[in-house]
C-alpha cells in the first residue's frame, strides 16, 4: 500500500529525475577534493546562500555540530532557542562532543528570541563565567509551528551578536521554504549570519546530505572537523548530483507546498473535533490540536489514520504536526481531511 505521508518533510524520496541524475553523476574521491558533482554542489550551495564558500554533510545534525565546533572552544556558551531543534532534537551533541554549554532561552509564539533575552544572557567578563560564544536561530522555526523569522530580525540579531563579538549561526533546515513563504531573497535572509545550515534531504527532496556555508577559513576548519567525525565521503557525486537537483528545481516549487498546506488546513477546521492553531500554516507544516470533547488521544487517531492510508505523527497525546512536501498532491490533501473525519467520527 503507498501511503500518504504526512510525518515530515524528511520523508521525501528522490524524484525520477534525481535518480536518473544520481545513476549518471561524474565522480571522484571527495576526501581528495575529486568529486567534480560534489564540487559543484559546493559551489552552487555557496552562490545561492551569499556565503564564500559551503561543504555537503550527511546530516543536518552534522552541519551544525561542525558549525559549533568551529565557532566555539569547549567550555565556551551557545545561545540558543528552549525549543530549538539544536537544543531539544540532536542527542546533546554539542555538549558531548563539543564540552559546549548550550544557554537556552524562551522562543517566543512567532519563532524568535527576544533581544532583551539574549542580551541579558550574555555572560559578563569574569573568571567564574563561561564566555558566550555564538547566538543560534532557527528558520524556519519548527516547533513554533514553521514559522519563518524576518530579514529584519536576522538582521537585528546579526548587529546585537557581532557587537558583541559573538557570532550567528542560523540553522536553517528549510530556510528555503522561510524565503519562499517572504518572498525574499535566501541570500538576504542568511546575511547577517556567519554560518548557515540547510538541508537538502527535506522539502528539497534529497535522498541525503545537509550543507554547511560560511567564510572560506570557517569551511577550511569545517572540512578538516567534519574528517574528524568520520564525515570524509568518497565518490559521494551520486547524492551530490540529487542536491544540484534539490537547488536549482526544488527550491523553486515549495510554495506548491505552503499552498496545499493552507488548503489542508482550511478543510480540517471544518472538521469537529479538531483546533488548527492560529496562523497555521507559515510555511509547510500544520499543526493541530484536538478539542477536549474529543475522547481518544493522537495516539489512537494516528492508527485508525493508518487504516487509511494516511501516515502522521503526534506531538504529544492531543496535538498533530503535519508536514506537506513534493510527494502530498492534491488528491492526498482531500485525503488526509477525509481520514481525519472518518478517524474521529
Ligand atoms: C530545524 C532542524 N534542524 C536540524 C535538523 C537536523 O537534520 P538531520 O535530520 O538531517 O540531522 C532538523 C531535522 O529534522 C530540523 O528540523
Redesign the pocket.
Known sequence: MEYIDLR?D?VTKPTPEMREAMAEAEVGDDVYRDDPTVNRLEELAAEMLGKEAALFV???????LLALLVHCQRGDEVIVGNL???YL??AGGMSALGGIQPCPIQNQPDGTLALKDIFASIRTEDVHHPITRLICL?N???ACGGIPLTPEYTHQIGELAHHNGLRLHV?G??IFNAAVAQNVPVKELVQPADSV?F?L??GLAAPVG?MLAGANRFIARARHLRKMLGGGMRQVGVLAAAGIISLEKMTKRLSEDHARAKKMAEGLRQVKGLLVEAGSPYTNMVYLNLSEDVPINAQQITEKMKKFGVLVDPENARRFRLVTHYWIDDEAVATAVSAFESSLH
Not at 550527511?58 to 551544525?64: K, L
Open positions: 515530515s524528511t550527511p546530516s543536518g545534525t552534522m552541519g551544525n530549538s531543534h539544536i532534537n540532536e532557527e524556519t522555526q519548527n540553522d533546515a528549510r545550515m538541508c534531504s527535506k545537509s
